[in-house]
């Protein structure tokens, strides 16, 4: 047991080397505590358990529990199982069905009639943690979980809600999350031994406490099978970089031959551009001087100009006013001259219309009596109209009133002749009806005894021959059918058989999908992770950087703090003694040093020149306090040893304060003593000791900045393996969706062989269902034809009988209808029909009469109102027009035409002499507008001639504007000259990066060939890639860093195979120790709950204990050796309860529950059971659920539990000689 153990500390020791490498944490120190489960003592127990809201128990409920035994009893459907739920349930168990539910809400109370639902379940579960054998720092650890309506759960530890993985975690340390046994119902004993040797291998693992390490394993495992990928992925990655490689070194050449062409070309552009820009510059001062001239000439023209225009401008507003005044004396004549015409127009039409009104009243006066005259005549006729009518009614009235009296004198006989007519109609209408039916029924006699004919001669026919036919084809159809229903059989079965598997597969992928979106997760978490690193380090680089404050091109090495190493144990001390020179900044040599100090005159600055640098030999004095040197207790690059010698030398480091204080008188000068705490004692004495700050010294931000770079790398390293495994992941997935592809593939073509075979199948059926139907059908004819023979004969009958009836009615109505002829024979109908036609005819007459007498008087009055409508008409218009002849007035328009006449002669005395004026003017002005006409000609050539020059000025500008843009183009930003009278763009203020144009006034020989050759050579070389060289760069570094990659990798794997190694040893001595020790007290445990009989543990596979199984063989007393299958319930709850026993004997669990594991065992058979409860009660607490009175002898605490009648679960706490006593009283 002793070399166990220590191979134990030898695997814990190896593991946290090996996680540490792939980015994970070492092994808890509690991991081990499962393989020593035996250490296990009576305080590591169940103290408490308090319900409310669950399942039946909806008040709240607490169970205190004692060491040793408790018992729960009570009635069935009482809930004494949901204690043993409610202690799975708060212990994190997630699958419902163990808790004998479906869903959340089966675990709240659900309510009664009696009693409202609970909103909420609660149980709370306190533990004893006296002597820490739970990972935390309480003697009480109280675990709770709460489950809402909502589905929603809560995990609570000690008051404070955490997560399911925290519980798990906690637990997990102490084994009560790995073992099944803890938790021992019915169905456990049942599957103790119903499971196979190989799944029975777990209880066994979970007792020699190595599931934890064989969560390991597998975990180490896929972390390996990760490395090879990413192996193989970097050989992959390297095998593409090759050839991208060797491209860019060809390429990096070609981009340097390329440089130094355009170089060269660039040197001969700019003294070619120089002599053509000198040029350039000449001929602009030659075309700006002609331009000058030519300006001047143009405008002296056009002031010579401008004095002519103003002379005519002056004689032409003298001539626009007299102009002005002509036109207003001629718009005053012509407007007198309208108002003539308007006034003689006005007096004509006054005269004309006087004319005109005598006129029309002579024509209303001659028109007037005419119509008096028709209006009189039209009255006379009305008159004779109307008198015409009222004699025509008169007449009409009297032949009305004597129809009247003809019709009150001819009823009753009307009456008489109306029935003998009806009663006539009815006979012949019913004679008519009986001779249709009598020929009916004879056509129908007719048809039926030629049917019953047909029927004679068909079934006389014999179809002997033809059912025999029939017959021999259903043989044939029914074995067709047979075949086709057998081949379709055994398609369907392959299909089925593939679709099986291809739903395996779907499944399978569901849970590699899920595995993916989780892997797929956690990257994201990693991801976010490495930027958030980035971003720091960022900081840290920048507050580095800001901290030297020199420029990129500076050469240095960086400050002191960052070029050392200095231990822990004796940072505090050299931060002390170093200070302020810890920022010390080295430089390569002392150019560079002064060139950093006279930029830094405003701060403090500390620089030191490695190449100047020669630090003085300094001896210590010996002595047994003395911790070393400062410069042999830090570790330094050998290129700063000057400077770290300079610095470090005169540092001595001692074990306290007396003692640096002693030596202080023994110290050469400028060296100092200092202790670990950071006392400093100088040469000669001097004590100094700084103030502590170590969060913001400069070796605590450089130490911050060294782990924030290392465990950057450390997360670019593990985002790279699992990008790779996501990658790897959806690959995998891929292959089995392609694989379930294939799979739907084949199946859809063996259903589209089914359907056929299916088709072949429904064809065979419809063809003997179609011979079987011929069969049935000749049959069914023949049968049919038989009683169709007897209906035709009972037909004919019936209708013989119906047409004797039918002839005898007709002979009766005949003798009817001739006597109803008789009697309206003898009626007078002729001569009252004559009367009342004579009647109608008088009176239709009348009306026809009246009607044409009431048109005439109509038309009369329509004529009459006519006439008075026209006379009103002309009497109205003949008083308008005397109103009109009236107002005219003739003399006022007369007097006004000659007024307008005399006005129009004055105006034309005085328009005569201002036109002879104006033509004097305007031959004035002809004469001065022939001379401006030859100023204008000559100054329009002075200015062709200045618009020439300045086109001439402005195209030697566009050409010197192109020629730079071409220098421009060819040499980039040129400084170029210009004379004092030309303008150009200011200079930049770059005389450093701005190049300067030289001045050429000749070209060398050949210069312009030279470019040409040059810009050819550049052209032939075609496209070139300007980052060849950086990509050459960048990609050989990646190259060299995935090399070594490969390496650390390849160690990396071997590592790990050397862990799974110690891992599968490490798990086999232990489950095979484990399966000794319970081999060992099972047959004991098996003879004591049997009393006698022999029993014992094997293993399936002793040669490769990773995968054994464990097997029981057991022979009950007085028998032979059988199969656990043949035992009976009791043999088997027994039998299995001597393995649960012997387990935890060998591995004990702080507490079990047992949930009616007792129910199948007799008298004799609990006594035993109670009696090995009891010893194992010494070491682990029970908490035992049963109906068996002699469990509970065993129990110190006992617990009824009762339901209620508002079906809610009840706790009472029962003392054992109560209970007991309770039970014998029953009896």
């Known amino acids: 047991m002793k070399n166990y153990d220590l191979r134990l500390a030898a695997v814990a020791t190896i593991l946290p080397a090996a996680d540490m490498h792939v980015g994970e ?68 168990e997630q699958s419902y069905s163990m808790l004998r539910g479906k869903r959340t809400t089966d675990m709240i109370f659900a309510g009664s009639q009696k009693r409202p639902r609970a909103s909420m379940a609660q149980a709370i579960l306190t533990l004893d943690n006296s002597d820490g054998w739970l990972p935390i720092d309480y003697s009480e650890v109280e675990i709770g979980r709460r489950a ?121 552009l700019r003294i070619w551009y120089g002599y053509k820009w000198e040029q350039a510059k000449k001929e602009m001062r030659r075309v700006r001087e002609e331009a000058a001239a030519a300006e001047a000439a143009w405008q002296a023209s056009r002031q010579q100009l401008q004095i002519q225009q103003d002379k005519i401008a002056a004689i032409r507003r003298e001539l626009n006013q007299l102009q002005d005044r002509l036109t207003e004396l001629q718009n005053n004549r012509d407007e007198t001259r309208e108002q003539l015409e308007k006034a003689s127009r006005e007096a004509a039409v006054l005269q004309e219309r006087r004319q005109s009104l005598a006129r029309q009243l002579a024509e209303i006066e001659a028109e007037l009596p005419a119509l008096l005259a028709q209006r009189e005549a039209a009255a006379t006729e009305l008159a004779e109209a109307t008198a015409e009518l009222t004699a025509a009614q008169a007449e009409l009235q009297m032949h009305q009133q004597q129809m009247a009296q003809f019709n009150a004198s001819f009823e009753a006989t009307q009456a008489e002749i109306n029935r003998w007519q009806a009663k006539l109609q009815t006979c012949e209408q019913q004679h008519q009806t009986a001779q249709t039916k009598l020929a009916q029924a004879e056509g129908q006699l007719s048809q039926l005894q030629e049917r019953l004919q047909e029927q004679n001669t068909a079934v006389s026919t014999t179809e002997s021959e033809k059912m025999a036919e029939l017959e021999q084809l259903v043989a044939q159809y029914t074995a067709v059918l047979e075949s086709a229903q057998s081949r379709l059989d055994e398609l369907r079965r392959q299909r089925e058989t593939y679709q099986e598997r291809r739903h395996e597969l779907i499944q399978e992928l569901k849970w590699l999908r899920r595995e993916a979106r989780d892997a797929e997760n956690n990257l994201n978490k990693l991801q976010n992770n490495l930027a958030r690193l980035e971003a720091r380090v960022d900081l840290l680089n920048q507050m580095r950087h800001k901290e030297t404050a020199v420029s990129p091109d500076t050469p240095t090495l960086g400050q002191f703090a960052s070029l050392i190493t200095i231990p822990a144990a004796h940072q505090t001390a050299l931060e002390a003694a170093l200070n302020h020179r810890l920022a010390t900044l080295a430089v390569p040599d002392s150019n560079t040093l002064w060139q950093l100090i006279n930029g830094r005159s405003d701060q403090r600055t500390l620089i030191a020149a490695l190449d100047t640098i020669h630090p003085p030999h300094i001896e210590f004095p010996q002595d047994t306090a003395v911790l070393g040197r400062a410069t042999d207790l830090i570790t330094f690059d050998t290129k700063i040893a000057p400077l770290a010698h300079l610095l470090l030398d005169p540092i001595l480091l001692v074990q306290d304060e007396q003692s640096a204080y002693r030596l202080a008188t023994k110290l050469p000068a400028g060296s100092m003593a200092v202790t670990p705490d950071g006392l400093i004692v100088h040469a000669g004495g001097l004590v100094e000791r700084q103030p502590a700050n170590n969060k913001d010294s400069i070796l605590a931000r450089e130490k911050a900045w060294r782990e924030a770079v290392a465990e950057l790398e450390t997360a670019k390293a ?23 592809d294939e799979l739907q593939n084949e199946e859809r073509r063996l259903a589209r062989l089914e359907h056929e075979a299916s088709q072949r199948v429904a064809q065979a059926q419809r063809n003997l269902d179609r011979a079987r139907q011929q069969h049935d059908f000749l049959a069914r004819q023949r049968e049919a034809q038989v009683q169709e023979q007897k209906r035709l004969q009972e037909r004919i009958r019936t209708l013989q009988a119906e047409i004797e009836g039918q002839k005898a009615e007709i002979v009766r109505l005949e003798t009817a209808v001739a006597d109803a002829r008789t009697h309206l024979e003898a009626l007078p109908i002729a001569e009252a029909t004559q ?38 008409r002309l009497q109205e218009r003949q008083s308008t027009l005397k109103k009109q002849q009236e107002n005219l007035v003739l003399d006022k328009a007369q007097a006004e035409v000659t007024g307008l006449h005399h006005h129009l002669e004055a105006l034309d005395e005085k328009i005569r002499p201002l036109r002879d004026t104006i033509t004097a003017t305007r031959k004035q002005l002809t004469t001065l507008e022939d001379e401006l006409t030859h100023l204008q000609k000559q100054t329009h050539n002075h200015e062709t001639h200045f618009t020439q020059a300045r086109v001439a000025l402005s195209q030697h500008k566009s050409e010197m504007e192109g020629l730079q843009e071409r220098i421009k183009a060819d040499l980039g930003i040129v400084a170029l000259s210009y004379d004092e009278d030309q303008t150009g763009p200011t200079p930049l203020p770059m005389s450093e990066v701005v190049e300067q144009l030289p001045a050429i006034t000749e070209l060398p020989p050949d210069i312009e060939d030279t470019i040409q050759n040059h810009r050819a050579q550049i052209q032939r070389m075609g496209a070139i890639n300007p980052d060849a060289p950086a990509e050459y760069e960048e990609l050989e570094s990646r190259y060299e860093f995935l090399t070594q990659q490969v390496e650390d990798l390849t160690e990396t794997e071997a590592r790990l195979r050397q ?59 007085n028998r032979r050796e059988q199969g656990l299958g043949l035992l009976s319930g009791g043999e088997r709850s027994l039998t299995a309860a001597a393995l649960i026993f012997s387990l935890l004997k060998v591995s004990p ?75 014998e009283n029953e009896i």
């Open 25 to 92: 944490t070492a092994v808890s120190p509690h991991a081990t505590k499962g393989l020593h489960s035996n250490l296990y003592h009576n305080a590591m127990r169940l103290k408490r358990l308090v319900l409310q809201g669950y399942k039946t128990f909806a008040s709240k409920t607490e169970f205190i529990f004692d060491e040793g035994i408790t018992a729960i009893v009570g009635p069935n459907g009482s809930g004494k199982s949901n204690i043993a739920d409610a202690i799975r349930w708060v212990l994190g």
């Open 148 to 268: 809402y309506r909502s589905g929603e759960n809560e995990y609570i530890l000690n008051g404070q809600k955490v997560r399911l993985k925290d519980i798990t975690e906690l637990l997990a340390t102490s084994g009560l999350a790995e073992r099944t046994y803890t938790m021992i119902g019915q169905g456990l004993i049942d599957q103790a031994l119903s499971l196979r040797a190989e799944e029975r291998r777990a209880l066994f693992e979970e007792a020699a406490g190595i599931m934890h390490y064989k969560n390991r394993r597998a975990e180490t495992l896929r972390r390996l099978e990760e490395t090879q990928r990413n192996l193989q992925r970097i050989h992959d990655i390297l095998a593409e970089i090759r050839p991208r490689l060797t491209s860019l070194k060809r390429q990096a050449t070609r981009a340097r031959n390329y440089e130094q062409l355009r170089e060269d070309l660039h040197n001969h």
């Open 718 to 740: 593990t985002v790279s393996e699992k990008s790779l495994t996501v990658t790897r992941q959806q690959q995998y997935i891929q292959e089995k969706q392609n694989e379930v």
């Open 835 to 872: 009367q009342r036609e004579t009647l109608q005819q008088q009176i239709r007459t009348a009306q026809t009469i009246v009607a044409g007498r009431q048109a005439v008087v109509d038309s009369r009055r329509a004529t009459l109102t006519q006439i008075d409508q026209q006379v009103h």
């Open 1059 to 1117: 862990v799974i190694a110690e891992l599968d040893d490490l798990t086999s001595r232990a489950f095979a120790e484990t399966v000794e020790k319970v081999n060992a007290v099972f047959g004991d445990t098996f003879k004591q709950l049997f009393g006698g009989g022999t029993a014992r543990l094997i293993l399936t596979d002793p040669d490769d204990l990773t995968i054994s199984g464990v097997d029981i063989i057991a022979r009950l007393p």
């Open 1149 to 1223: 669990t702080p507490f079990c529950v047992m949930d009616e594991v007792d129910a199948a065992l007799d008298e004799a058979n609990v006594n035993r059971f109670r009696d090995l409860l009891r010893e194992l009660s010494a070491r682990t607490q029970f908490i035992v659920i049963t109906h068996n009175r002699g469990t509970v002898q065993a129990a110190q605490t006992i617990y009824g539990i009762s339901m209620g009648a508002d079906s809610a679960s009840q706790a009472i706490s029962i003392k054992p000689e109560e209970y007991l006593a309770m039970a």
